[in-house]
């Protein structure tokens, strides 16, 4: 085998030792026996590149809250639906929603059933503990939902003690948020928001306490029986999606995503479709 370093110029042996050894490293690797070898090896790693380009994008999704997630028929439908799609079509992968209890979404995500949560969850300290969260696409509060004839409690502020049996839904910053302020309140919870608004109707809890969007979708949904948003936020919150910490190169990829979508205002007309009211 012709050795190439060998055939640089005479003159300059010192200036050019290394690169002659570098040469026939280079040029041993590549002899006649090693070359189907690393070939092997280059296809595999370009398929297995490929197949992670190419695997769905697992959503987790608790089709329960619209107008963030939620079901019309058989089909699911929201913001964070839309926004999912979306993102697929920015990363360039296929999406599966995968649809989890709501208050097993982390432990979902953390076992490797799901490779994000797109399901309107809030920023908090205790879930940046177990999941981290891309850069917010929303930012909320927990608000009210009353009937009607109750308004006149509400007209001087929210009272100190809630005024009567208050509904939420299991483990949501709104369940939370009763159990830190109003810890001698009749708590009720609801599977669904939608669950927590009929019994509202039916008298059977006195408000219903959930994420703003929801609630104003609520009222919208319910303005003919009477339910009603009281214009008091009770707290500041911020929604985001969440992947594994161990997943930083999702992580990286879903920020950019989120930044291409806002650069193009494809966000705001996404949270406008459901929310016309957002600014």
């Known amino acids: ?26 040029l041993r690797a590549l002899r006649p026996s090693r070359v189907p070898l690393l070939l092997g090896l280059s296809l595999a790693l370009l398929w297995n590149a490929q197949a992670a380009d190419d695997a769905p994008l697992r959503v987790g999704v608790s089709p329960v809250s619209p107008p963030m997630v939620f079901k019309e028929g058989n089909t699911l439908a929201g913001i964070d639906v839309d926004f999912a799609m979306a993102l697929g079509q920015e990363l360039g992968r296929p999406v599966k929603f995968v649809e989890v209890k709501w208050e097993d979404q982390i432990d979902a995500l953390q076992e490797g059933r799901t490779d994000i949560i797109m399901s309107g969850m809030s920023m908090t300290r205790a879930r940046q503990v177990r999941v981290a969260f891309a850069d917010p696409y929303l930012q909320v509060g927990q608000a009210t ?3 009607r004839e109750d ?49 509202l109707v039916k008298k059977n809890i006195d408000l219903y306490i959930s994420d703003a969007p929801i609630v104003w979708w609520l ?16 707290s500041d919150e911020k929604l985001a999606w969440a992947v594994r910490r161990s997943d930083a190169q999702l992580l990286d990829s879903v920020n950019k995503a989120l930044r291409n979508l806002r650069d193009s205002g494809r966000d705001k007309t996404i949270i406008r479709r459901w929310l016309p009211q957002f600014k």
């Open 145 to 147: 939902l009353i009937r």
């Open 219 to 234: 009222a919208g949904l319910y303005e003919e029986k009477g339910l009603v948003v009281v214009p008091i936020m009770l």
């Open 1 to 26: 085998m012709t050795n190439l370093a060998q055939q640089l110029p005479g003159r300059y042996p010192t200036q050019f030792s290394a690169y002659r050894r570098i040469c026939d490293a280079a």
């Open 151 to 199: 308004s006149s409690r509400y007209l001087l502020g929210f009272p100190p003690q809630l005024p009567g049996a208050v509904g939420v839904r299991k483990a949501t910053t709104g369940d939370y948020l009763v159990q830190q302020e109003f810890p001698r309140a009749k708590r009720k919870e609801y599977k669904s928001a939608e669950d927590g608004a009929k019994a």
